[in-house]
């Protein structure tokens, strides 16, 4: 069972900055492909807001490009995303999302994708 577990979220004036991290998790081992950040604001779709490939290459909605980075670390299984210059229109539950394949002395499953369980950022004005 992959769990993914996002840590980072809180409260912030106007301007000011927050990281969120998700860390994944498994008694098998791990392939992470693609992985990414999304949000949702009370009464709004929930949106994708950043994603990285395995590779690196990265992708933002056009409203945090500029302010927000994600990153990866290969290593620890683990992602990221440094927001900076915060608005009150970044106020939203946040999820991580992530294409994982598990492996066992068995082989590889085939790739699922998960979700972690939401992070709240508040932004005041």
């Known amino acids: 069972q992959v769990r993914l577990v996002e840590s980072g979220g809180g409260w912030v004036h106007s301007g000011g900055s927050l990281r969120l991290s998700c860390e994944a998790s498994?008694?098998?081992?791990?392939?992470?492909?693609?992985m990414a950040w999304y949000r949702q604001a009370p009464g709004r779709s929930r949106e994708l807001v950043a994603e990285?490939?395995?590779?690196?290459?990265?992708n933002y909605v056009d409203a945090v490009k500029g302010r927000f980075t994600i990153s990866r670390d290969n290593f620890k299984n683990m992602f990221y995303l440094q927001m900076n210059d915060m608005n009150p229109e970044d106020t939203a539950l946040y999820f991580c999302?992530?294409?994982?394949?598990?492996?066992?002395?068995?082989?590889?499953?085939?790739?699922?994708?998960?979700w972690g369980q939401g992070t709240q950022v508040t932004v005041s004005s």
């Open positions: 999302n992530a294409d994982i394949s598990q492996g066992t002395g068995k082989g590889w499953y085939g790739t699922r994708t998960y």
């Open positions: 498994s008694s098998n081992s791990l392939n992470i492909y693609n």
């Open positions: 990285i490939t395995n590779t690196g290459t990265t």
